[in-house]
């Protein structure tokens, strides 16, 4: 089974505080991502990468960046936290083959900031 | 543009009956994917089905089918005799099928809750 691991399921940090979201994935997937769901806004795509050290800005980059210099491990960083960064942030990966794109989800990391 | 609608927020049934969960898709693609996840109160996102753009023929697991039709750009979901371990958000969503754009478009999720 495919396995995407993130870091830490609960977190809560200061306004201003640097935050790291780690994400593991197990299966020499390709392409990792990044999303953020709030009530009513539903998922959206922070950011999202498709090979070793490429990233593409998804629809809400603002605020974020990210960090792949392997393969496996795809990390979400919040550079100054805000309270309005307060969410459910859940990574995921995929690979292109014959059994398509399907993407496969980690448990989410919820963060508080305060 | 990408987009995927579920204009059903919230359902709620009694076990053992029947509920379709509607989607509805907008894309310029001639071909692309189409997902339905599943979302239980833990919050993982769980991977239900994927189906190409280019296989319209219905699918059937268990309890749950879904029914794909282009022509009208939906890709319904039905559980049948549904029961409370189904209670969960549903989300369906869109890709497209070419390498290296395979981000994912959400639509807003249907919570469903099943009640005893």
Request: aromatic share 14%.
């Amino acid at each position: 089974d495919v396995k995407v691991t993130q870091s830490s399921r609960y977190l809560v940090k200061r306004t201003g505080e640097k935050v790291f979201l780690e994400c593991v994935q197990d299966m020499d997937h390709e392409n990792m991502f990044w999303y953020r769901q709030d009530p009513g806004l539903g998922l959206r795509l922070i950011y999202f990468s498709y090979d070793v050290k490429m990233k593409e800005k998804g629809d809400i980059p603002e605020g974020y960046s990210v960090s792949r210099e392997k393969k496996e491990r795809f990390s979400l960083i919040l550079e100054s936290a805000s309270t309005n960064q307060t969410s459910m942030y859940l990574c995921a990966s995929s690979a292109w083959g014959e059994t398509g794109n399907t993407i496969y989800f980690g448990e989410g990391s919820w963060l508080t900031v305060v | 543009a990408q987009k995927v609608t579920q204009a059903q927020t919230e359902i709620s049934v009694v076990e053992k009956e029947d509920v379709t969960l509607d989607c509805v898709y907008e894309t310029r693609d001639t071909t692309y994917y189409l997902f339905w996840y599943k979302q239980p109160p833990s919050g993982e996102l769980v991977f239900l089905i994927r189906r190409n753009s280019f296989d319209e023929q219905n699918e059937i697991s268990g309890r749950y089918s879904w029914n794909f039709q282009k022509s009208t750009s939906s890709f319904n979901f039905t559980i049948t005799a549904s029961q409370v371990v189904d209670s969960a958000v549903y989300f369906c969503a869109l890709s497209e099928a070419r390498r290296g754009a395979q981000k994912l478009v959400f639509g807003q999720g249907t919570r469903l809750t099943i009640n005893p």
